[in-house]
């Protein structure tokens, strides 16, 4: 059965702190992973990833993808309040639009 | 352009009744999906549209289905609804392989 996870499930810090979201995935046909940020309305894409090592980058948010060990990572820099919200990692599997979505790490940034 | 648009963003409904939720994509996308969110199961996978086709479809009962028009615009019907059918069902249309989402409509089944 296809699946994602996600670690850690929430996380507290304070403005300024660097944070690392994990995603771990086994799906069958994989053709991309992508991130989201939800707060109290719909998910916002930040990112997609299909090619291993390549680093993508946007402000103080980057993301990279290892296809051989099934995993990529969020990270985000000098975190402020406005970065609290749910991080969603989604896989593509398969020629159609499904995606297989994580349970969400919870951020909240403190002052 | 304009984002997804759904509609409506709430509904309050009782047990056994019917629902039908509208969503009209980004201009030029042709692909819908829709999801369901609920703090317990998360983000699932409900059917994809393209081209007014199913093109694929989750582990969700027949009393949910959907259709697409030739506008690329999407409905979602929930029939005999449940009270576990109360969710933020989320819309999204497809570029490429990125997605992006409506604002949802928040289902309150009573």
């Known amino acids: 059965e296809d699946k994602v996870v996600q670690s850690p499930l929430s996380l507290v810090v304070h403005e300024g702190d660097t944070v690392t979201l994990n995603c771990s995935y086994e799906v069958t046909n994989f053709r991309s992973l992508l991130w989201y940020k939800q707060e109290k309305k719909a998910p916002t894409f930040l990112f997609m990833l299909?090619?291993?090592?390549i680093e993508k980058k946007s402000g103080r948010l980057s993301s990279i993808l290892d296809k051989k060990e099934l995993f990529s990572i969020l990270n985000i820099t000098a975190t402020q309040t406005g970065d609290s919200a749910v991080y969603l990692c989604a896989v593509v599997s398969g020629n159609t639009g499904k995606l297989i979505f994580g349970q969400g790490t919870t951020l909240q940034v403190k002052p | 352009k304009a984002g997804v648009t759904q509609t409506p963003r709430y509904l309050i409904k009782t047990r056994g009744q019917q629902v039908t939720l509208s969503c009209s994509p980004i201009?030029?996308?042709?692909?819908v999906s829709w999801y369901q969110q609920t703090p317990g199961q998360g983000l699932q996978f409900l059917f994809e549209y393209f081209s007014e086709t199913q093109r694929n479809k989750g582990n969700f009962p027949g009393r949910f289905s959907g259709r697409q028009f030739s506008n690329s615009r999407s409905e979602m019907n929930v029939s005999t609804l449940e009270l576990g059918d109360s969710a933020l069902y989320l819309c999204a249309s497809r570029q490429g392989e990125t997605q992006y989402f409506g604002p949802g409509t928040r289902l309150l089944v009573l």
């Open positions: 299909t090619s291993s090592g």
């Open positions: 201009s030029g996308h042709r692909s």
